[in-house]
């Protein structure tokens, strides 16, 4: 599908642009971005399951963008990503597969209580991520760093939301890296999950092309921008984004399990007003 959305303008068009620029720096940095550019897709008028696919694929490239920043940074072991991504896309591919079996709504209260358990653990460790203590690899952390990524993996492809924020606590737990590494080695991770989604979406006909390679492309940049402020200021800008980021995720799955409050849907709503502005 290469067409504008029924209804679409240039100016929801070029709103839609602004939202993913600023998702894609914000996941650069700590995860997240799908916060945002998620209801700006939806915003635009593209079909639910379309604005889906094209968000995945346009979030993807950007992850690549990010990914090439902190690899051209050093902040990426080559040797752990080499032993763990193929761990976190066969991880995805299940979790998609099971997603169509399994109604994902039974995976909120997990994943809302292992939210709050990372958020308060990271604010009661005050100097958690600012050292970088890896030491290298070996039997102990590389079989917990294996488990790791399949679980993860299977979590981003079943459900998702949050899954930046436990990567990159989860290598910094395992693995006693900084923000910044943790953060590099992350990003690989969640790039291999994504990539195992992009392929189903696409393999069911479920991607606006137009729309996901013109905001990859803008993504891409924002992505680019975050990465580069990540590694040039280090785990004291990362740190407080990666808190503030998932404070935000872990409300949002609050607000909609406990509450019943569609919070996608109600950002929908506020993209669609901004847009008409």
């Not at 763990?84 to 399994?102: C, E, N, P, Q, Y």
Request: aromatic letters at 12%; one cysteine or more; a positive charge.
């Amino acid at each position: 599908m290469f067409q504008l959305a029924e209804g679409a303008s240039f100016l929801s068009f070029f709103f839609l642009g602004a939202a993913c620029f600023c998702a894609a720096f914000v996941d650069a940095i700590a995860g997240g971005g799908g916060l945002i550019s998620l209801p700006a897709f939806l915003a635009s008028g593209l079909p639910a399951h379309i604005a889906l696919g094209s968000n995945k694929v346009a979030a993807c490239c950007s992850a690549m963008a990010s990914s090439a920043k902190f690899a051209q940074s050093g902040k990426v072991n080559w040797t752990l990503v080499k032993k763990l991504a193929g761990f976190s896309f066969i991880g995805a591919v299940l979790g998609v597969k099971t997603v169509v079996m399994i109604d994902s709504k039974y995976l909120y209260p997990i994943a809302i209580v292992l939210l709050m358990i990372v958020l308060l653990y990271s604010l009661y460790n005050k100097n958690l991520g600012e050292e970088n203590r890896f030491e290298g690899l070996n039997t102990e952390n590389v079989k917990w760093g294996i488990i790791m990524a399949f679980s993860l993996g299977f979590y981003d492809g079943f459900f998702g939301p949050g899954a930046g924020s436990f990567l990159i606590f989860a290598i910094i737990r395992i693995f006693k890296m900084d923000f910044t590494n943790a953060s590099g080695n992350a990003k690989i991770l969640n790039l291999a999950s994504n990539v195992a989604s992009i392929i189903m979406f696409v393999a069911m006909g479920k991607v606006n092309f137009l729309y996901s390679v013109v905001m990859a492309l803008i993504m891409v940049a924002g992505a680019t921008l975050g990465a580069r402020m990540a590694v040039t200021k280090g785990s004291e800008f990362i740190k407080p984004v990666f808190l503030t980021v998932t404070t935000i995720v872990l409300s949002k799955m609050v607000a909609e399990s406990v509450f019943n409050i569609d919070v996608v849907g109600f950002g929908k709503n506020i993209m669609l007003s901004l847009a008409q502005i």
